[in-house]
């Protein structure tokens, strides 16, 4: 038989994987399921995306780079965009089917860690949140040892003449990425050298707004829909999220805004 749409989409399995768990059924919670089904799909399409942008990097491929940077800022956007429609979901909906959630959290999205993880923001600690030698557990534990963005986009600083320092390149790759003064000189010379250059750092700020912007429009769906409650996770909600608030994958592309 010919290939067709349902088969090549798996649909059968894809539209079989909603079971709300609310009895009596609160109507609510197929969005609830749905939207962040959604959410775990785009994030693997940004593993995905990001690991080609690694590789972009080490090759020196700036106009591949470019094109995947600008794809992943889209999708962010996107993101970001989605949330309104969960905020269509009144606090009365919410606190109907909440408890059917038990212990389950966003906090737990494997995925989510494992694009921290690639982006450089690596906390080994995170991966006892994961039970030991799941597959979660070892994706991210993959993720862990693995040189994130940050060390590609150094392969790619240096192939175009910026000196990365020894002591960066051999950092403990397990640790989180940290920024560096010497490395900004290098940047900011790349900026008013090349225009082309400064196209890929553009973008890259994009993609570093635009997942702030995704914790700040999570924060406030969070307190608009629970308020001061704790989370379903275990932490103390809203306020563990707006400590959150800030975090830069990109410090270095921040750190010299003023410079120009
Ligand atoms: C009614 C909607 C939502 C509420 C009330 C909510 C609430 C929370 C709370 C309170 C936390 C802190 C951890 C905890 O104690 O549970 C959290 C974390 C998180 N949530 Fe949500 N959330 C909602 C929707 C979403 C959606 C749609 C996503 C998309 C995947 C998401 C992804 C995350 C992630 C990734 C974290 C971890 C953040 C971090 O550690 O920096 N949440 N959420």
């Known amino acids: ?52 942008i690694q590789r972009d990097f080490s090759a020196n491929q700036l106009f591949h780079a470019i094109a995947g940077f600008k794809r992943i800022r889209t999708v962010m956007k996107t993101l970001v965009g989605q949330l309104d ?8 909906s919410f606190s109907g089917f909440r408890e059917r959630l038990e212990t389950a959290s966003g906090f737990q999205s494997a995925q ?10 690596k906390r080994a600690e995170l991966l006892r949140s994961f039970p030991a030698y799941s597959p979660a557990f070892h994706r991210l534990e993959r993720r862990l040892k693995a040189r994130s963005v940050i060390d590609h986009f150094h392969d790619f600083l240096a192939l175009r003449g910026v000196e990365i320092p020894p002591d960066i390149r051999s950092r403990e790759v397990t640790l989180a990425a940290v920024a560096d003064a010497r490395v900004q000189e290098g940047i900011l010379r790349l900026y008013r050298s090349h225009p082309e250059v400064a196209i890929l750092l553009e973008l ?57």
């Open 1 to 52: 038989m010919e290939l067709n749409y349902a088969d090549y989409l798996k649909l059968d399995r894809l539209l079989a994987l909603q079971e709300p768990r609310s009895s009596p059924e609160e109507h609510d919670e197929m969005l609830f399921i749905v939207i962040h089904q959604v959410y775990e799909l785009w994030f693997k399409l940004l593993l995905h995306e990001l690991e080609g």
């Open 85 to 92: 429609i969960l905020e269509t979901m009144t606090p009365m």
């Open 112 to 121: 989510y860690r494992e694009l921290e993880f690639i982006l450089g923001y």
């Open 204 to 260: 890259m700020t994009d993609f570093d707004e635009g997942q702030q912007e995704w914790r700040y429009r999570h924060v406030k769906l969070t307190e608009r829909t629970i308020g001061n409650k704790m989370g379903t996770g275990g932490s103390s909600g809203v306020d563990f999220l707006k400590s959150t608030l800030f975090k830069s994958f990109f410090p270095d592309l921040w750190a010299i805004r003023h410079r120009f």
